[in-house]
């Protein structure tokens, strides 16, 4: 796909997770549209797998360490042929497929993690790269964290035992959209240097625009066969991004959309429901 169907396919899985939100009245909308780009040129663009053999060994591997941008993955996950999106009028229901959080790998195809209990994301990347280097194959590993998740000391393990190992198949990409769920991610634990944190634990560390979809293409397609350093990029992104009145507000952490703002949404996206 090119950059311009890349950019409508984002707007229309923004406008999703929006309605998805307001009928289900589920939390985490913000969260969500700051890494709907991310999802897009990684799942439509860069990552090689087959949605019809979706354990297939030689695939790479995606984790959505931030575990409540779920609602984002699972509507790209049905738009990549994965499962009917159909399924995901079921999203939310007592008993159903679709939670809040990715459930466990043999429940839903294209998932490779049960995630949402922060920190995690990055550990299990790491074993799972470190399994490509013990089995002698090509997949990559690229694990999508958020910037609030790099509070946790698990993700600082990994990254320190990922840099020592120089497991070059493994990707970091961290959604830095500046808040966490009660305030400023500056505020709450000082973060940066970020990038600078990365590169003292070994990882090649780069800043980009998280929206940019032509960096975000190029990142996610680049190879990392015979590297000896992961790879981390932080991709510094809008919460709530692509409708003006979420966009930067931390309530929507929380807050559902009523009837007027779905629609009010949809007209700043150019998608009809």
Known sequence: ????????????????????????????????????????????????LEPKKPRDADRDRFILSKGHGAPALFQVLAMRGFYPESLLDSYGEDGGLFAEHPPAPKHLPGIEAATGSLGHGLPMGLGMALAARIQKRDYRVIALLSDGECNEGSVWEAAMMAGAQKIGNLMVVVDFNKWQATGR?????????????????????????????????????????????????????????????????????????????????????????
């Open 1 to 48: 796909m090119n950059i311009d169907e890349l950019q409508s396919l984002a707007r229309t899985v923004r406008a999703r997770v929006i309605s998805t939100s307001s009928r289900t009245q589920t939390p985490h909308l913000g969260s969500c549209l700051s890494c709907v780009d991310i999802l897009v040129a990684a799942y439509f663009h860069g990552l090689h």
């Open 185 to 273: 991610s500056e505020d709450i634990l000082a973060l940066s240097p970020l990038a600078d944190k990365w590169r003292a634990f070994g990882w090649d560390a780069t800043e980009i625009d998280g929206h940019d979809m032509r960096a975000l293409m190029e990142i996610m397609s680049r190879p990392l066969r015979n590297r000896d350093k992961p790879l981390a990029f932080i991709a510094h992104t809008v919460k709530g991004k692509g409708v003006s009145f979420m966009e930067d507000d931390n309530n929507w952490h929380y807050r559902i959309p009523n009837d007027e703002e779905v629609l009010r949404a949809h007209r700043e996206l150019g998608v009809t429901p």
